[in-house]
Each structure stands twice: as C-alpha cells, then as structure tokens.
C-alpha cells in the first residue's frame, strides 16, 4: 500500500511559521520586512529656461486680459491737461499713460541706484589694500 501525503491543514502537524505570542495573537511582521527594495527618492524635474518662458508668458497673458477688461470697463471721457497740452481721452487710456509713466520715473530711479553701486564696487576692487 501506497502512504497519501498528508495535507499541510491536517491536525496532527502544525504549520511552519511563526508561533503565536502568549496572548494567541499572530506576531506582526517588521515593516521594513515586507519591502524588498528601498523607494527611490523623488526628484523634482529641473527648471528650464523654455519653463520659465511659458510661465512668463502666462503671467502676461492674465496682466494683458486684466488690462483689457480695464480700458472695457473705463471708457467714459476725461480731460488732461499736462504742461500746456489739453485734450478729452478715454479714462482707461490715462490712468494706463500715468501708470507707465510712473513705472519708467521707478526704473530710472533703480538704473541711476544701481551705477552708484556699481561705480563703488569698482572703486572698492581698485583701492590699494593696507
């Protein structure tokens, strides 16, 4: 007579594994066992300068539509005068006139400031050293 294998859910032998703490609970596993290989590390794609040229170009989109819907809703007709001129002009088209002009008065303000330090930068690099 042949022997039948006896199945592993049999009574008689326990299965191979861990043996259950005195409480009758089943251990848990360590968590780092389960993982075979560690995660790689996320890296965050490099910023481009074709990125920063699409971002740009988004940001003066929205300002482009921002001043649209501006000169749209400001339309009504002012009168400026200004050293001796005097004229009727869309009020959406002078205020945009004096907001650009005040941005140009702030960037020369910012170039002449600049060449001051720049000239004593190269001042500072052309002095003897004691």
């Known amino acids: 007579m042949s022997q039948q294998p006896q199945s592993p859910s049999s009574p008689q032998e326990p299965l191979p594994g861990p043996k259950p703490g005195p409480d009758g609970a089943q251990p848990q596993p360590p968590r ?7 995660a790689p590390p996320r890296q965050e794609p490099p910023v481009t300068r074709a990125g920063v040229v699409w971002a740009a170009v988004v940001v ?13 809703q400001n339309q009504d007709t002012a009168r400026v005068q200004f050293l001796g001129l005097d004229g009727y002009v869309p009020l959406g088209l002078a205020l945009f006139i004096a907001a650009v002009a005040g941005g140009v008065l702030v960037a020369i303000a910012g170039a002449v400031r600049i060449l001051q330090l720049r000239l004593l930068a190269r001042r500072a690099r052309r002095a003897p050293r004691p």
């Open 32 to 38: 780092d066992a389960t993982r075979t290989t560690p």
């Open 60 to 72: 003066a989109l929205i300002v482009l539509i921002l001043l649209i819907v501006f000169f749209l």
